[in-house]
């Protein structure tokens, strides 16, 4: 069976400071990946996708970026992050295929001080 | 936006009673899905409809869909505590394009 890992669960970190959060899966190959950023009380804000190894597509333009060096590994990163980037991310992925149904990882909840 | 919207925003009931949540959206789509989120937990998905189909059960779920007042409901029947959680639409637009989720529903089940 299929198994999404998000790590870390919970991270403080300075502004200023660089962040990678990373997102692993198992028991499928060429998944389709998200990342999604869950403010407080509030929906989901899709970041970044990819359909393959090293394809990323941007929704939202910002100080993150994301990047896919494996087949089923994501990473969410920053250089330099704002309180803004507070938030809950959550990883994801899909089959390819028409019905994108999507399988979501336990989540990091990052706080910015 | 082509971003659906549920309604309503927060929902409390008591145990056994029915809950349902509706959703709108804009656009045409392909297929409308519905998720549930624990608090501080990933989303789980619960049921898909395509745009061709109008009912859909799964237990204590029933799921309709009218592509004509682009609008979907999402009825737990006999509610539990258990159920208590947010509730997502989203909503695939064409063949290639992501799910757009909306901004939740809040049910509370009270025992």
């Known amino acids: 069976s299929q198994t999404i890992h998000q790590w870390p669960a919970t991270l403080v970190q300075p502004v200023g400071s660089p962040l990678s959060l990373e997102c692993t899966v198992e028991g499928t190959s060429n998944p389709n990946l998200y990342w999604y950023r869950q403010a407080a009380g509030r929906g989901l804000q899709l970041l970044f996708y990819?359909?393959?190894?090293?394809?990323i597509s941007s929704e939202v333009p910002q100080n993150l970026s994301a990047s896919r060096p494996q087949d089923r590994q994501f990473i969410l990163s920053s250089k330099k992050l704002l309180l803004s980037d507070s938030g809950f991310y959550l990883c994801a992925w899909s089959t390819t295929g028409a019905t994108y149904e999507q399988y979501f990882g336990p989540g990091t909840r990052l706080t910015v001080t | 936006s082509q971003q659906g919207e549920e309604d309503p925003q927060a929902l409390s009931i008591q145990e056994g009673e029915n809950a349902t949540m509706n959703c709108s959206y804009k656009?045409?789509?392909?297929?409308l899905q519905w998720y549930r989120q624990n608090s501080g937990r990933g989303l789980v998905h619960l049921i898909l409809?395509?745009?061709?189909?109008r009912e859909k059960h799964s237990g204590r779920l029933r799921v309709t869909l009218d592509t004509s007042k682009k609008s979907s409901s999402l009825l737990i029947t006999a509610s539990r505590a258990a159920d208590t959680a947010s509730y997502f639409c989203?909503?695939?637009?064409?063949?290639?394009?992501?799910?757009?989720f909306g901004k939740g529903t809040r049910l509370s089940v009270i025992a």
């Open positions: 990819s359909v393959g190894i090293g394809q």
């Open positions: 656009t045409s789509i392909n297929n």
């Open positions: 409809i395509r745009s061709n189909e």
């Open positions: 989203a909503t695939v637009f064409s063949g290639n394009t992501p799910l757009v």
